[in-house]
């Protein structure tokens, strides 16, 4: 039972244009969403965060939409880069889990920025 | 500044046998998380720690698996005995639970486990 869900495996866009990251949860007890975004070989880095008190939250190129009551949230790149191909990884937390830290992870979505 | 180190970076071992992955965690950061990636299932949490004392377990899958942190700059995962189906990535993440309770997570390379 997926508590946090990318449907896309893969996205793949041109250099330049909008990458947006699509990500569905159904509990609705998660109250912080965070992205992360893994390199091959490497560990998932953390990439931008939204409190579920906001709608918008946004880093440089990188603005993530939280959209409650579809339990949808989104990360929008733009513009694309291609140092952006990674997989990316969508999380949630619940405050009332009895245990703070922990986080699931959505299987990921790979993008691939073509030049 | 190191961050979280995990060895080896690559195991390959044979069906039943014994296999344990090492974790250091970020100075200074309290509370520690196992999770395994599978291409099926995604990251999944195994175990995690606070204050080197088990908090939540239910993630491990049965009773081959096994974590410990004897103290607060250490902690292992062993299976065994170990079967093809546990290959996968498994990543060691730390994070600071006296700050923000929105601190992220900071993960290690990964020991990527090949069980043949």
């Known amino acids: 039972d997926q508590q946090v869900k990318q449907n896309s495996p893969s996205l793949s866009v041109q250099e330049g244009r909008i990458s947006i990251l699509n990500c569905d949860y159904t509990n609705s007890m998660f109250d912080y969403f965070l992205w992360y975004k893994k390199y091959p070989a490497e560990g998932p880095t953390f990439l931008i965060s939204i409190s579920s008190i906001k709608d918008k939250n946004e880093d440089g190129r990188f603005t993530v939409f939280l959209n409650k009551s579809a339990k949808h949230l989104s990360l929008h790149i733009v513009p694309s880069q291609p140092g952006d191909s990674a997989v990316y990884f969508c999380a949630a937390r619940a405050i009332s889990s009895g245990s703070a830290r922990q986080l699931t992870f959505g299987s990921g979505t790979q993008l691939t920025v073509l030049p | 500044d190191a961050g979280v180190i995990q060895s080896p970076r690559h195991e390959v071992t044979e069906m039943g046998q014994e296999v344990t992955l090492r974790c250091k965690p970020i100075s200074g950061h309290n509370s520690l998380f196992w999770y395994r990636q599978t291409m099926m299932r995604g990251l999944e949490l195994l175990i995690y720690f606070n204050n080197n004392v088990p908090i939540d377990d239910s993630g491990m899958p049965e009773d081959r698996f096994s974590a410990k942190m004897p103290n607060a700059s250490f902690s292992t995962l062993k299976i065994q005995p170990s079967e093809p189906r546990d290959s996968a990535v498994y990543f060691c993440?730390?994070?600071?639970?006296?700050?923000?309770?929105?601190?992220?997570?900071?993960f290690g390379n990964g020991t990527r486990l090949t069980v043949t």
């Open positions: 993440a730390s994070s600071d639970r006296l700050s923000s309770y929105n601190s992220p997570l900071h």
